[in-house]
């Protein structure tokens, strides 16, 4: 396997939420802050970001190119390690030409490409296809310019070690803990988790992102865990990947409001939402993964609705 390479800083930071402990009812909560990761705002995707941008460079890679929602993370992310690392960066997204706002804003101020995908399914291929694009003219280019393409969310077989590294640091800063509570997007951060710590030990709660989260975690995993060994969580998608749910909007006020942490419509308000609805054990690591500049663009909280 290529060693990664670092792009923040480590390990991140661990911190006690006592009052908001006390107002679930648990005895012990503390937040995992990889929103802490330092790079492009920082996120859990700069840890995958650290095992797929060292396969870029290892092939040789001058652009990266991924794929993701308007106002994904990982896209963000990738653009800010693609910066610190001189490529070029292409961000193939879902849909029209939106608002500079959010992650769209910073994925322009750090010099991202990006092509819309408009009523186009959203993967790989659609990724690939803009790589082909930036291929040489002909075998007999005098300048080759090599495209690596990173999976939708960063997850893939390799990227899942990030997050491997990421339990052992929970393993050394909590003691006796009964999970960890993660949301799952692309599903490479909670089957590192579940690689490390156990099936047992990890709670997923389902974004919406994917069809099916409890096959791509298990995928990611070589298939050596069984899908239904998985704790993933349903309950919290509401209406749809990008929408606001009341109980997700009542997680960002009182999580906000009991231990000043801003967390994300998407990924983390969901599942803190998961984390209220109890019945995950009595002394809980919550894994921060980032996303604040999404809750900035999110379309139903500037309305107000």
């Not at 390990?11 to 330092?38: I, M, N, Q, S």
């Not at 690596?148 to 990030?162: H, K, M, Q």
């Not at 990421?166 to 909670?190: L, Y």
Request: hydrophobic share 45%; aromatic share 4%; proline share 7%.
């Amino acid at each position: 396997m290529i060693s990664p390479i670092s792009l923040g800083s480590w390990p991140t930071p661990v911190e006690a939420a006592p009052r908001l402990a006390a107002r679930l009812g648990v005895a012990g909560l503390w937040f995992k802050r990889d929103d802490l990761t330092g790079l492009g705002g920082g996120g859990n995707k700069v840890r995958k970001l650290q095992y797929t941008c060292a396969q870029a460079v290892a092939a040789g890679a001058r652009t990266v190119i991924t794929s993701g929602a308007a106002q994904s993370n990982h896209a963000r992310l990738t653009a800010a390690a693609a910066a610190r690392l001189g490529m070029g960066c292409v961000l193939v997204l879902a849909g029209e030409p939106a608002a500079r706002r959010g992650n769209l804003l910073l994925d322009e101020l750090a010099g991202a490409e990006v092509i819309w995908a408009g009523d186009t399914p959203l993967a790989e291929v659609v990724a690939a296809q803009a790589a082909e694009r930036r291929a040489p003219a002909s075998p007999r280019a005098a300048t080759p310019a090599p495209a690596f393409v990173i999976p939708f969310g960063g997850s893939s077989p390799a990227s899942v070690e990030a997050y491997v590294d990421c339990a052992r640091e929970i393993r050394a800063q909590v003691d006796g803990f009964d999970a960890v509570v993660v949301a799952v997007g692309s599903g490479g951060t909670m089957a590192g988790l579940v690689k490390e710590l156990g099936p047992e030990r990890v709670v997923g709660v389902d974004t919406g992102a994917l069809p099916d989260p409890r096959a791509a975690v298990a995928d990611l995993l070589g298939g050596v865990v069984d899908p239904a060994a998985l704790r993933i969580d349903g309950g919290q998608v509401g209406a749809g990947y990008s929408t606001l749910t009341g109980p997700v909007r009542a997680a960002l006020e009182l999580t906000a409001r009991t231990e000043g942490i801003f967390l994300d419509p998407v990924y983390t308000g969901r599942a803190m939402a998961s984390l209220i609805a109890g019945g995950h054990g009595d002394r809980i690591v919550f894994l921060h993964s980032g996303g604040l500049p999404g809750l900035l663009a999110h379309p139903q909280l500037q309305e107000g609705s």
